[in-house]
């Protein structure tokens, strides 16, 4: 194996202590931090990415409410819910976890959260002010992985960076963090034509596609820091859309799956929950 593997779990650890400080201080100046997280229906993944969240927050000393609301659930009573929790000045950071019931219509729910307490970075306020290089809340999975690229001190700088995939979740904000670090960014995405003669380019190359070993040896520069931000259940085994051995002879860095950028995602939500927190106790 040529890569040398990013180690998540260990940088997700120790900024996460970092994080308790910053939470012990808020507490001590009269401000407990706090996430409310609306979970609808009995989805497994949600049911599991949610008892992370909660428990990650009370590690970290941050209060964490579930608001756990049936399948069958109305438009209505999910806008109230959150309009409740825009209105509560205890709560600092709302988070709907997704995906909702097909019958919910997302963009709405989304559009209703106070950007201000927006910690996922999803709200078209937060999109625009990430767009136009203002402060506001950025997506945890690509602040995540911007870290790890910091952490290992991979420069980005000048480098040509691929992101293959353009979700407004991942693949959008990536690139717009990537570009903001003066990174010359590429996109790609389902219909980019010779794909491969692309990433190919790629110093630093993101997969955010949903497909388990999508990216292949021959896709990947020598030497190449590959990003994996795949979540794929296969067989009952969770991988992500790289070809792990096989890129691992031919990357300089890699990420495993799991236990590289999943565990900063939930950093990074903590870290938003934090600021959002400070900002209002200024
Ligand atoms: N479902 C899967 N990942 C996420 C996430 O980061 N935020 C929300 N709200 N839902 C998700």
Same mark, same amino acid.
């Given at each position: 194996m040529a890569a040398k593997l990013i180690d998540g779990r260990t940088v997700a650890k120790e900024y996460k202590e970092k994080l308790a400080l910053r939470a012990q201080a808020l507490v001590e100046s009269g401000v407990t931090p706090h996430l409310a997280v609306v979970l609808v229906g009995e989805n497994p993944a949600s049911q599991v990415y949610v008892r992370n969240k909660e428990n990650a927050c009370i590690k970290a000393g941050i209060r964490s409410t579930v608001i756990r609301l049936e399948e069958s659930c109305t438009q209505a009573a999910l806008e109230e819910t959150v309009e409740k929790l825009n209105a509560d000045q205890s709560v600092h950071g709302i988070l709907v976890q997704l &995906? +909702? &019931?097909?019958? +919910?219509d997302e963009a709405r729910v989304l559009r209703l959260i106070d950007p201000d307490k927006d910690v996922d970075g999803f709200h078209a306020m937060n999109s625009g002010r990430l767009m136009n290089g203002q402060k506001g809340f950025v997506p945890c999975t690509p602040l995540g992985v911007m870290e790890l690229l910091r952490a290992y001190d991979i &420069?980005?700088?000048?480098r040509h960076a691929v992101v293959i995939g353009r979700s407004n979740i991942v693949g959008k904000p990536q690139a717009m963090l990537l570009l903001h670090a003066n990174a010359t960014v590429t996109v790609c995405h389902?219909?980019?034509?010779n794909l491969a003669e692309i990433t190919r380019q790629a110093d630093i190359l993101v997969a955010a596609v949903g497909r388990a070993g999508f990216v292949t040896a021959d896709m990947v520069k020598p030497g190449a820091a590959v990003i994996d931000v795949g979540i794929n259940r296969v067989d009952g085994k969770i991988v992500g859309d790289v070809d792990f051995e096989a890129v691992s002879e031919v990357a300089g860095y890699l990420t495993p799956v799991p236990g590289g950028v999943g565990q900063m995602t939930i950093a990074m939500l903590l870290a938003n929950t934090l600021d959002a927190a400070e900002r209002c106790g200024r």
């Open positions: &995906p +909702l &019931p097909r019958h +919910l &420069p980005v700088e000048g389902s219909r980019t034509q």
